[in-house]
Each structure stands twice: as C-alpha cells, then as structure tokens.
C-alpha cells in the first residue's frame, strides 16, 4: 500500500515547498514526490501538474524534449498561484533511462520517438497516472486544475471521484532539436499544442 514515507520543507528559487514521499516501503531509493507550494489549500480547488520524471531534461538540459521548462514552468506557477507537482519516477514515459538512452540511439538513425519504442520492444507510452490520482486522495485534494497538454492525463480523472474543473495549458516554445518530437506528441498522442 502506498504511504507517505516523509515530508520535509524545501526552499527552492522558485520559492518554499512541502515535499512528501510516497511509496510502499521505506527503503524505496525512487519514491514519487508530491511538491506543495506554501500558500496551497487543499480544501479549495487545487493546480495540480502531474510530471513524469526526466533526468536528461529537467537535469542535464537536453534539448530532445521541454520536460526541464515545463518543470520549471509549473513551479514557478505553483509557487505564485498556489498548488503542487506530483513527480512521478516514470522516466522515459516510463520505460527507464536505459532503454531511453536506447531509444535515442535509435532516433540518430532515423526513427521517431514512438517508432523507437516499439522497435526496442516497448510501448511507445508506458505510463501510468491513476498513482497519481491515489496520491490526490490521501491528501484529500477533491477539485482541481490540472496543467497539462496531456489528453491522457485528463482521462485518468475520469470517475476518479476528483472533480477537474479547468486545464492549464503548459506549452513550451520547440527548438532546433525537439519540433518532430513535439509534432510527434501532437500527431500520434493527440497532445493539445497549439504551437506546433
């Protein structure tokens, strides 16, 4: 069963958050994180984000996606608009960061991200966000705004008992390297851009 295994205050340049974590055991090295600006109230609608974890992106500033931006981005709106980022430890869209590096390999020699996937014996998306919405109902959250461009993510709240009143576009300008990788989210995965 999933628990909150810890909890500290973490003052960030985007300003102070609660950070909890959750997973089934305490020796879990990889938990998922919940971040909560200081000025949220779980009683009252809720900006949430959910975002899957990207250590090229959000750590090393790979230019082959915006994960980094878009983290950056709801942090910062968080942190001025009240609400929290559920970090999920799904990398890759959740098929790790060894065959990520793989798949990537396979993108230098002509295939796109989803046909990379699928090439490796992969889904071309293999995450999961009803974690996410079990994590919402341990803190009580019951009314939200999600930010997303994430058609599937809008779906796993459906009959969740969670009331999504609004989506919060979350889009980030593509560059040199990531417009097929965007136009591919757009095309293949339905992702609600409209700058691509």
């Known amino acids: 069963m999933l628990t909150?295994?810890?909890?500290s205050n973490i003052p960030t340049d985007f300003g102070m958050f609660?950070?909890?974590?959750?997973?089934?055991?305490?020796?879990?090295?990889?938990?998922?994180?919940?971040?909560?600006?200081?000025?949220?109230?779980?009683?009252?609608?809720?900006?949430v984000r959910f975002h899957s974890e990207c250590i090229t992106g959000e750590i090393f500033h790979s230019k082959k996606c915006e994960c980094g931006q878009q983290l950056d981005a709801?942090?910062?709106?968080?942190?001025?608009?009240?609400?929290m980022i559920i970090y999920l430890r799904q990398?890759?869209?959740?098929?790790?960061?060894?065959?990520?590096?793989?798949?990537?390999?396979?993108?230098?020699?002509?295939?796109d991200t989803v046909e990379a996937n699928l090439k490796l014996g992969l889904p071309a998306d293999g995450r999961?966000?009803?974690?996410?919405?079990?994590?919402?109902?341990?803190?009580?959250?019951?009314?939200i705004n999600l930010l997303t461009n994430n058609p599937d993510k809008l779906k796993s709240l459906?009959?969740?008992?969670?009331?999504?009143?609004?989506?919060?576009?979350?889009?980030?300008?593509?560059?040199?390297?990531?417009?097929?990788?965007?136009?591919?989210?757009?095309?293949y995965f339905g992702h609600l851009l409209e700058k691509v």
């Open 18 to 47: 609660t950070v909890y974590a959750f997973s089934e055991h305490e020796e879990d090295w990889n938990p998922h994180l919940v971040w909560v600006a200081e000025n949220t109230d779980f009683s009252k609608t809720v900006n």
């Open 4 to 7: 909150i295994q810890a909890q």
């Open 91 to 111: 990398e890759g869209r959740n098929i790790g960061i060894i065959n990520k590096l793989r798949a990537y390999a396979l993108q230098e020699k002509g295939f």
């Open 158 to 187: 459906e009959n969740s008992g969670i009331i999504l009143h609004h989506r919060v576009p979350l889009e980030i300008e593509s560059n040199d390297v990531n417009e097929s990788y965007l136009s591919k989210k757009k095309d």
């Open 74 to 83: 709801a942090m910062k709106y968080m942190s001025e608009n009240g609400g």
């Open 128 to 143: 999961n966000f009803d974690v996410a919405v079990e994590m919402l109902k341990m803190l009580n959250v019951k009314e």
